[in-house]
Nanobody
Framework: QVQLVESGGGLAEAGGSLRLSCAASGRTFSDYAMAWFRQAPGKEREFVARISWTGSRIYYTDSVQGRFTISRDNAKNTMYLQMNSLKPEDTAVYYC??????????????????WGQGTQVTVSS
């Protein structure tokens, strides 16, 4: 069973930046698509960004396009989310997730079977 550990969350001012990391255990990280989701209080978990196993395909939700950058380093078993121009509405718990199956990139939460514990991101206005 893979373990995913997020880090890098915290408090930022509007317009500021944070970089999240997701470290994965195991030797098959490079076979799986990965994604970031977030959940704000009282709201459903929503998709933020996803990246294919090679990193060649990347998708973002519209609200973060142009501000957030997802990337991965397969040699380090780590995925990243660089968040720039942060807005108060970005405040949420951010989760990294691994697709249920290798070499497939799902789009919704149900396609991802392994999740980290989450890291809080708070953006002040």
């Amino acid at each position: 069973q893979v373990q995913l550990v997020e880090s890098g969350g915290g408090l930022a001012e509007a317009g500021g930046s944070l970089r999240l990391s997701c470290a994965a255990s195991g030797r098959t990280f490079s076979d799986y698509a990965m994604a970031w989701f977030r959940q704000a209080p009282g709201k459903e978990r929503e998709f933020v960004a996803r990246i294919s196993w090679t990193g060649s395909r990347i998708y973002y939700t519209d609200s973060v396009q142009g501000r957030f950058t997802i990337s991965r380093d397969n040699a380090k078993n780590t995925m990243y989310l660089q968040m720039n121009s942060l807005k108060p509405e970005d405040t949420a718990v951010y989760y990294c997730a691994r697709n249920r199956n290798p070499w497939i990139m799902g789009s919704g939460p149900d396609d991802y079977g392994s999740w980290g514990q989450g890291t809080q991101v708070t953006v002040s206005s």
